[in-house]
């Protein structure tokens, strides 16, 4: 399929746009967690009762997963063509960013 | 006589009949042959319908149960998602070929006995081995090799185990189990090799992206949720599966985390998925059976989708890498949609179905006192929002502005993906008509104020997470390594240090044999050629002498004898 030389900005690509989805999503983060002043979280094992709980489990978490991930990719990562016309004594270490 | 209508023979009649006709009759054929079918199943009542003598055995070929029916009914659903999915687009052999897998997918599901169950296994192990072979490249061929090799071998252990257990028992019944003997483990890795668990999930991220846009929306369905049915029946409370369970859980996130292609991302979270189910199980209480089985409703519902969603996108671009794709929300924008609707469900966000099926999971674990597997429940659900969630819709449809100015689905796989979107929403905002067909009743809501309000925290931090952390999940031109390198790099190696040892060991059999060729010619020969030592004619007196010393041995032998 060709691709279009021509980038083209759409509304949702605009600088302004973007800072007002960073500022909602904000907004709408910092509701989640004040709302727990006022609805009870009946904690089932303790600490997953605390005020917060769940917001920085979540985010600890997904962080925790994502390193891991990073971490795991030094040592398990290949280039595409690995498995196919593999010459010897190539372990395949190699992979750019882009 | 069998009063009901088996349900796997309109999908069975139906493969053949899409296979020898075109056009407008193969279409009708490939939408109705799925929803007679649907009908055959709610014809089935409780307890055994067909039974009969195979071998000297009692088998029981058609079983209906709540869990079963269940199961086969999300099973046709999936197949006329499919059908209308892949109408115009799929080959006859594709679509033929995936109503004979969901056919040995029901068959599996309605079987009363061991042997129904493995032949229907087989069947499904077959026809989608060929699925996969219809995407056609050189990758498919090869992947669909290993993928069959595979599951062959999972079915030689699952057959050793119910042989050992028929000739232990001298009963081939389904019947619950316990993994305390040689027969029950065979049956135990034989079904948890279908279900992605490890060391053998490396099939499933391997062969389904692999098939054609249409194919791998069939593949996503069937093989790994039998196997959640066939653990639910066999294996209910075996607490080795919560290991495994959690397991694969986070295997699916972190390779998912890794991986570069699109329907491979959607392929480890199948086992991601598969494993909330496996380790529901293990759990093995009536919540967590209804959770195990809801979840598979929902799950084959939003994963279907989610692979329409990639294939959609595929048919259109010919592209299936993160980093060939972006921005096209610009032109697919009901791809688009539907892709989010899909992976909203799967991340179990509030008002989709993952919501209220797969929260039954962890309120079963949560009732056990189960802390760790609570937790990591938890953990995982926010990986999955992360994997899937995020992840699939962020780098298809938005990221960046990739060029492609793609036209949006055609119309078949538009109305597919929205009835399976509108499924998604339905069930997440009226789950009780599922919950009324659960296997036990359900005594739950999982819509209480706290409950959303934890999700909610859980999951929008979960983004937060994705997208202050963009900068390190830059996607790469790579592949991971899994355990699929055992068959596919050292086993080929061994088989060459194999092949070389038997080489030498051969050439030293030749070099001896040309030794002892040549010995036997230079040292035996001669002594019976005229003139050697045997063609001569000894003298009287030494023939006596050698009688003599031939006789003292015998008589000295006999004597020790004694």
Known sequence: MKREQRQTDTWLERPSTIRGLWIGFTIVLTLTVAAQAFIHIKGYFGVDGWFGFAAVFGFGACAAMVIVAKLLGFVLKRREQYYQNRPEDDDGRTGSEQ | MIAVVPPILPLLLGAVLIAMTSGKVRAAIALLAPLVSLWAIWQMPDGVVWSATFMGLHIEPLEGSAVRR?????????????????????????????????????????????????????????????????????????????????????????????????????????VVLRADSFATCMILVGVLVNAAAPPFSAWLPDAYPEGSATGSVFLSAYTTKTAVLALILLFPGEKLLIAVGLYMIFYGIIYALMENDIRRILAYSIVNQVGFMVCAVGIGTATALNGATAHAFAHIIYKGLLFMSAGAVIYRTGFHKCTDLGGLYRTMPLTAICGIIGALAISSFPLTSGFTTKSLISEAAKHEGLVWVYFMLAAASAGVFLHAGIKFPWYVFFQKDSGLRPKDAPWNMGAAMVLFAAACIFLGVYPQPLYNLLPYPVDYTAYTTPNVLFYLQLLLFSGLAFFLLLPMMKRTLTITLDTDWLWRVAGTKLAGVASGISGSVASAATAGVSVLRKVISARVLPLLKPGGAFAQSPSIGVTALWMLMLLAIYVAMEFWRR
């Open chain 2, 70 to 174: 269940l199961f086969a009914t999300i099973f046709v659903l999936m197949t006329f998602g499919g059908a209308l999915f892949g109408l115009r687009q799929a080959r006859a052999l594709e679509l033929a070929a995936g109503f004979a897998y969901a056919a040995g997918a029901v068959g599996v599901a309605f079987a009363g006995d061991l042997i129904t169950f493995f032949v229907f296994w087989e069947i499904m192990a077959l026809f989608s081995a060929l699925v996969v072979w219809c995407g056609g490249t050189d990758a498919s061929r090869a992947a669909g090799l290993r993928y069959i090799l595979m599951h062959l071998l999972g079915g030689i252990v699952l057959m050793v185990g119910i042989g050992a257990l028929v000739t232990q028992s001298g009963s081939a019944d389904l």
